[in-house]
């Protein structure tokens, strides 16, 4: 079996000339000697943030790496603020409201940070309702706004109720898509109302999710 033997160095050598390099033992282990008299130890890596196009900062559980054109290195990110374009965000409430007018009031926000311009997130809504009397319709709109931008209706809840009072609750809920325009804030709305002003409409508890789904 072939062997190499070399005296280990106390002190670092004198540099090379140009173009080589020399290769010495240490008390710790070999090292290489640039031309340019820049020494440096022969070891590999034992964390992930020594490799040179790597940059770990305050890792964190559920942390993963993600390539950064800009830095051409690897950092480490949460999943929701790479993958998905924005953090998983939710709102609810369990305070009831009344509204006994026809103009929609509005009963639940929720604001989610700017998110990827073309990528489309999905809204989760729930709202549990009641109104004063019967044979009249309860009607709760979603809406989505971009930064200072005109909101844009999602859909409406409603239903004609064939039971009054605030015992007589219904639950209502389900899923709407928008794709995102611009990389301004987001603000989702939740409103509600009576059909008619001669009858209250009661919004018992609600919430709101939002979320990236391509």
Same mark, same amino acid.
């Given at each position: 079996?072939?062997?190499?033997?070399?005296?280990?160095?106390?002190?670092?050598?004198?540099?090379?000339?140009?173009?080589?390099?020399?290769?010495?033992?240490?008390?710790?282990?070999?090292?290489? &000697?640039?031309?340019? *008299? #820049?020494? $440096?130890?022969l %070891? @590999?890596?034992?964390?992930?943030?020594? &490799?040179s196009?790597? *940059? #770990?900062? $305050?890792p964190? %559980? @559920?942390?993963?790496?993600?390539?950064?054109?800009?830095?051409?290195?690897?950092?480490?990110?949460?999943?929701?603020?790479?993958?998905?374009?924005?953090?998983f965000?939710?709102?609810?409430?369990?305070?009831?409201q009344?509204?006994?007018?026809?103009?929609?009031?509005?009963?639940?926000?929720?604001?989610a940070?700017?998110?990827v311009?073309?990528?489309?997130?999905?809204?989760?809504?729930?709202?549990?309702?009641s109104?004063?009397?019967?044979?009249?319709?309860?009607?709760?709109r979603?809406?989505?706004?971009?930064?200072s931008?005109?909101?844009?209706?999602?859909g409406?809840f409603q239903?004609?109720?064939?039971?009054?009072?605030?015992?007589?609750r219904?639950?209502?809920?389900?899923?709407?898509?928008?794709?995102?325009?611009?990389?301004?804030?987001?603000?989702?709305?939740?409103?509600?109302?009576?059909e008619?002003?001669?009858?209250?409409?009661?919004?018992?508890?609600?919430?709101?999710?939002?979320?990236?789904?391509?």
């Open positions: 079996m072939s062997q190499i033997i070399a005296g280990e160095e106390s002190s670092k050598p004198t540099a090379p000339s140009v173009n080589t390099r020399k290769l010495y033992p240490k008390s710790d282990g070999w090292y290489q &000697l640039t031309s340019g *008299d #820049v020494e $440096s130890k %070891e @590999g890596a034992t964390s992930l943030d020594e &490799l196009d790597v *940059d #770990v900062t $305050s964190v %559980e @559920g942390n993963f790496l993600v390539y950064n054109s800009s830095t051409s290195k690897f950092e480490n990110s949460t999943p929701n603020a790479v993958i998905f374009g924005c953090s965000t939710e709102v609810s409430t369990t305070t009831q009344t509204n006994g007018t026809t103009t929609f009031q509005n009963y639940l926000t929720l604001n940070s700017a998110c311009v073309g990528g489309k997130y999905r809204i989760g809504a729930f709202i549990d309702a109104m004063s009397s019967t044979s009249d319709n309860f009607e709760a979603l809406q989505v706004q971009e930064g931008g005109t909101p844009v209706t999602l409406i239903e004609e109720f064939k039971e009054a009072g605030t015992d007589a219904h639950p209502r809920c389900g899923f709407f898509y928008y794709t995102v325009t611009s990389d301004a804030n987001l603000t989702v709305t939740m409103d509600f109302r009576p008619n002003a001669t009858e209250t409409a009661f919004a018992n508890a609600g919430s709101l999710e939002f979320w990236r789904v391509s």
